[in-house]
């Protein structure tokens, strides 16, 4: 007999990013902030003593739900905080999906959600998107409505990997006609012209889940949250560990929040650089999504996706590929700094007119 569970034995788990330790590669494969997280986050860290360490933190995160919910113009009880949005994201699954129900989410989208349904052994609705990558929102309500077990759905938005914007509006409509609990996955808001956060405080079945690994500089830190109805909020405390957000993040992450322009002018650095890296490929003949987040989902010209990966990566440039029908043919690079995008240009310029 196993001593495993069979749907864990079954499991093939996460793949995440690659983190290398050589510090000369180009790292643009995890979409990352190339900045440093705001210098009240540094300030913060240096109050942190050896003595507060040795006490447990804060169960319910109260000083940073406060400020976020001043942030969004809600009240305490609208805003959980998580481990990292990933944290929030498996709660959902947990909190809003019966033993033989299913979860729904947009193919592509991010790789994790499905690995989520598998760990809680439930069923999968993959939605295709349409082949230009937008939404085909009222034929989904329709598929949806077909698969009653179906109650979570994770909208990302903007989408990843491909960066592309659902309009508010859309959303607001997926979110009407569907008949479970939303999770509009707002990992890469602060890069986009438009986000969706008033969904969630306006519609019952509607949470909004945020991060601070990206546009705040702190995947290092393990830090998200999600905002929406108090009945939903009150589930994910519910069912969360004891201790799910430990004390150093809490003080770190209420620094981060309270200097918006620090994060605002990362991101805006962030959104220029990624347009003119979208120009300088679009010229050399790739095709590229529109896109709203800190990376590009790009087809090369005239070379697989695989092999442009390959040449990449043996200059030191680590890019993202994922393998499969719907995303084979494409690279999602992340936008790094300048230089890093100069670095990028200059090897691609160079493999494209080798071709
Ligand atoms: C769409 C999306 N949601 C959530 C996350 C995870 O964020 P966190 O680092 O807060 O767990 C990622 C990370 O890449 C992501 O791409």
């Known amino acids: 007999m196993s001593l495993i569970r069979r749907s864990v034995e079954a499991l093939k788990g996460y793949t995440p990013g690659e983190q290398p330790i050589d510090p000369a590669i180009v790292k643009l494969n995890t979409n990352e ?7 009240k986050v540094a300030e913060a860290l240096r ?14 995160c109260v000083a940073l739900r406060k400020r976020l919910a001043e942030l969004h113009g809600c009240s305490l009880e609208q805003v959980f905080v998580g481990n990292g949005s990933d944290e929030v994201l498996a709660l959902c699954t947990r909190a809003f999906v019966e033993n033989d129900g299913t979860i729904g989410f947009f193919n592509p989208s991010y790789s994790l959600y499905n690995v989520l349904a598998e760990i ?15 939404w085909p929102i009222d034929a989904a309500v329709v598929e949806l409505t077909d698969d009653p077990g179906c109650s979570l759905f994770f909208f990302t938005n ?3 990997p491909t960066g592309r914007l659902c309009p508010r509006e859309d959303v607001r409509r997926f979110c009407a006609g569907f008949g479970g609990v939303v999770v509009v996955d707002e ?11 008033s969904l969630a405080l306006e519609l019952d079945n509607v949470l909004v889940a945020r991060t601070f690994s990206k546009s705040y500089s702190l995947a290092g830190l393990r830090l998200g949250y999600a905002i929406g109805a108090p009945a939903l909020i009150e589930a994910l405390y519910k069912i969360k560990d004891s201790y799910n957000v430990d004390g150093i993040a809490q003080v770190l992450g209420l620094a981060a929040v309270t200097d918006q322009g620090w994060m605002k002018d990362n991101a805006a650095r962030v959104v220029a650089t990624r347009e003119r890296l979208c120009a300088a490929l679009e010229h050399l003949g790739f095709r590229v999504c529109p896109s709203q987040a800190n990376f590009l989902w790009v087809e090369p010209p005239a070379m697989e996706a695989k092999e442009m ?11 993202r590929y994922f393998p499969g029908e719907r995303t084979g043919r494409f690279l999602r690079i992340t936008v790094g700094t300048d230089d890093h995008i100069d670095r990028l240009l200059s090897v691609v310029n160079t493999l494209c007119s080798g071709v």
């Open 120 to 134: 809680r052994d439930v069923g999968q609705h993959a939605v295709s998107l349409n082949d230009d990558f937008s």
């Open 309 to 319: 990966f390959d040449a990449l990566r043996a200059h030191r440039i680590l890019v």
């Open 187 to 197: 990992a890469y808001v602060d890069f986009s012209s438009e986000d969706c956060a």
């Open 33 to 39: 902030n190339p900045y440093a997280p705001s210098p």
């Open 47 to 60: 109050g942190i003593t050896l003595s507060g360490l040795s006490r447990y933190p804060d169960p319910m």
């Open 158 to 160: 903007p989408n990843a």
